[in-house]
């Protein structure tokens, strides 16, 4: 059973793919998950919560993405967002 919040259920939540214990919080629409990856792109690299999972290599970032769970399994859901020291870059994701 998925948790709920004030009666809503909370099948979305965001995880920075490389840090997977990173997980932001649940939601109850993908709306509300791609509203907070439109946040995180605001926060600039290097800053809490986009700071590097990695401390060598030239692809060292974070891809922030959303999952749903779909009876008992999570998956990819949606876009995801790719921070680097390049900036925030969005990537489309499978639906």
Request: contains cysteine; hydrophobic residues 35%; glycine residues 8%.
């Amino acid at each position: 059973m998925s948790p709920t919040t004030n009666g809503r259920r909370l099948d979305f939540w965001v995880d920075d793919d490389a840090y997977r214990e990173a997980r932001t919080g649940s939601f109850a629409t993908c709306a509300d998950a791609i509203a907070l990856l439109e946040r995180l792109a605001l926060i600039p690299w290097g800053e809490a919560p986009n700071l590097p999972p990695c401390t060598t290599g030239p692809r060292c970032e974070c891809e922030w993405m959303i999952y749903e769970r779909v009876r008992g399994d999570s998956i990819r859901h949606g876009p995801s967002l790719v921070v680097d020291e390049r900036g925030a870059r969005w990537v489309e994701g499978k639906r």
